[in-house]
């Protein structure tokens, strides 16, 4: 009896596995069009300097749109995508769309202006990737150095010979190297001082706790001022409430990003903010 319950329990289980993999299945069979049939776009989210409130950048964040879904979480079909070769073309995809945005805010008068986009681990297995890479920044017209490309930690150490040498020759061409997410993974210092990183974003985990524990609020400024040692201007994500951006500030931290700011928005939105006048005026901090 107890056999028969269990088998039974056994065919639900695979059913249920069944359909979570058919569904799967679909959904990476639907990104595979994704680009060519316009399902995607980009929402940005501005990055602000904490000493005066001006708007440095901004991070590009992709965002699909599913016909019949509606809106996808990036959690929900990045994974998918970094499974293939599909995330090299999403993520060359976001940075010719934001460097095409960019182009436009720059003729707009907004010449100091940047933007950061995210580069997943798998782009550095194509060997072709600065090439690429310089040829979207040339077509667009727009200045390396107004570039800065986000790699998470992790995505180092998958290939960190190779992967540091490509950064080296990104970083040549006047592109900036941001690492992403600092704190959650290997974080050593050590290792960081080896990289051709300009910035360091430290993990909204820490931000989101600087106020409520010690532990947090020690690391966080601990990273600032270490970073600072390295050279590195340093990025606090996911700021949400004014005690945590006051903290950073106190601490020295360079910029900063998230809702208390902005959410991220569309590069529409970003036309009409920068026509507002809040980049030169900055915002009451
Ligand atoms: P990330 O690079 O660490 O980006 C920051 C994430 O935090 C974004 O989530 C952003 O919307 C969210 N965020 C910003 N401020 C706040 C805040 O105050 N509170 C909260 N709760 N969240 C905040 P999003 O857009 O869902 O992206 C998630 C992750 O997906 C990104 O984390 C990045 O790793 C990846 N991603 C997004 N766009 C791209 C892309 O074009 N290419 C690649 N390779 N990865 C991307
Ligand atoms: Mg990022
Ligand atoms: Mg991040
Ligand atoms: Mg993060």
Request: cysteine-free.
């Given at each position: 009896r107890a056999k028969a319950a269990g088998g039974t329990r056994y065919m639900i289980f695979d059913d249920v596995m069944h359909q979570q993999s058919m569904e799967i299945l679909r959904l990476e069979a639907d990104l595979r069009h994704a680009i060519s049939r316009h399902e995607l776009h980009i929402s940005y989210q501005p990055i602000i300097r904490l000493d005066n409130g001006a708007i440095q950048g901004f991070e590009a964040l992709v965002r699909w749109q599913h016909p019949e879904r509606g809106e996808v979480k990036p959690r929900d079909f990045l994974p998918l995508a970094e499974e293939t070769e599909l995330i090299q073309q999403i993520d060359m995809w976001v940075l010719r769309s934001a460097c095409a945005d960019l182009r436009h805010w720059?003729?707009?008068?907004?010449?100091?202006?940047?933007?950061?986009?995210?580069?997943?681990a798998r782009n550095f297995q194509n060997m072709r990737l600065v090439e690429q890479i310089q040829a979207i920044i040339l077509e667009a017209g727009v200045p390396a150095k107004s570039i800065q490309l986000e790699i998470t930690e992790r995505a180092i150490m998958t290939d960190t010979e190779r992967t540091i040498s490509t950064l080296e020759q990104l970083s040549d061409l006047g592109i900036h190297i941001a690492i992403d997410?600092?704190?959650?993974?290997?974080?050593?210092?050590?290792?960081?001082?080896?990289?051709?990183?300009?910035s360091v974003k430290i993990d909204r985990s820490f931000v989101n706790d600087i106020s409520t524990s010690i532990d947090a609020a020690t690391l966080t400024s601990a990273i600032i001022a270490m970073g600072h040692v390295l050279g590195l201007k340093i990025i606090a994500e996911g700021v949400e409430q004014s005690e945590q951006q006051e903290f950073l500030s106190n601490h020295g931290c360079d910029l900063a990003q998230g809702n208390l700011f902005s959410l991220p928005i569309r590069a529409n939105q970003v036309t009409n903010l920068l026509a507002s006048g809040w980049q030169s005026e900055s915002v009451a901090l």
């Open positions: 720059h003729e707009a008068g907004h010449t100091t202006l940047g933007i950061s986009v995210n580069l997943s997410d600092f704190g959650t993974n290997y974080s050593s210092l050590a290792f960081l001082k080896r990289l051709p990183a300009n």
